[in-house]
């Protein structure tokens, strides 16, 4: 359930979400996806300035939304309870007309043979339309989400740019990821 994936390595989260938003430059745009992670590089955003963050997480739109450069843009859609993530064709639709910088996504699980997937089916097709429409695409994934097949395949290890993960992975592992041309950011290390 979202309430025990919050409490999750949640400090590896946190230094995740910090090293994210290290990459993230004043008057960027951004999508940025629904999740735990996700939600802890927002967070760590707050001194950025003139930033537009288009986001289907309500969470994520309310920890951003009293920033006073910020503009934080949301889509319509069918509202999940407990992640509060807006999903469906409207959402698809809506996110479809932007363009921006970067694109943050969430991982259900990660493998080199896979790429990147997700449990919810729904919130899957927004996340590829979001991959989409992003110059760079960031991934974030604490160690815990290598190795494993979630239910539905997002997309392939060559849509991702950089992947920010935490010092727990085994360096063996980020090698992989490196050999294949990602750029893998270990934080804490």
Not at 152 to 169: A, E, R, W, Y
């Amino acid at each position: 359930s979202y309430t025990i994936r919050t409490t999750r390595n949640q400090k590896e989260k946190a230094m995740i979400g910090k090293r994210t938003a290290e990459l993230i430059s004043n008057g960027e745009t951004l999508m940025i996806d629904l999740g735990t992670t996700t939600l802890e590089v927002a967070r760590h955003l707050k001194s950025k300035k003139n930033l537009t963050i288009i986001t289907n997480c309500i969470t994520i739109a309310q920890e951003l939304v009293d920033v006073p450069t910020f503009r934080v843009i949301l889509p319509g859609g069918i509202l999940r309870p407990n992640e509060l993530a807006l999903s469906g064709f409207i959402s698809e639709q809506f996110m479809n007309e932007f363009n921006v910088d970067k694109t943050i996504i969430g991982v259900g699980g990660i493998t080199i043979d896979n790429g990147i997937s997700d449990y919810h089916l729904e919130e899957t097709r927004v996340r590829k339309t979001m991959i989409d429409k992003g110059k760079q695409i960031i991934a974030v994934a604490d160690h815990s989400k290598f190795g494993i097949k979630a239910l539905v395949n997002v997309c392939s290890l060559d849509k991702i740019d950089v992947i920010v993960t935490n010092d727990k992975l085994k360096r063996n592992i980020a090698q992989e990821y490196i050999d294949k041309g990602i750029k893998m950011i270990r934080s804490g290390s």
